[in-house]
């Protein structure tokens, strides 16, 4: 099975600029979040352990 048929020719250099450019965007964008947002917010996911809840009469 191939994905890419023979004689394909992409030219990933010459992209190189377009690519840089969206990576440096996108980090920038998460960068500035983190600095409006006052840090990393790591919710309920870090939290750990488990709850158990019961009621009695």
């Keep these: 099975m191939q994905f ?3 004689g ?3 030219d990933f250099i010459g ?3 377009i690519a840089i450019l969206i990576s440096v ?3 920038m964008i998460g960068l500035f979040s983190i600095v409006i947002n006052r840090g990393i917010n790591y919710g ?3 939290a750990g352990g ?3 809840q019961g009621k009695f009469d």
């Design 44 to 46: 309920v996911d870090f």
């Design 50 to 52: 488990t709850r158990i």
């Design 25 to 27: 965007t996108v980090i």
């Design 8 to 10: 394909t020719n992409i």
């Design 4 to 6: 890419i048929k023979p």
């Design 15 to 17: 992209n190189r600029k």
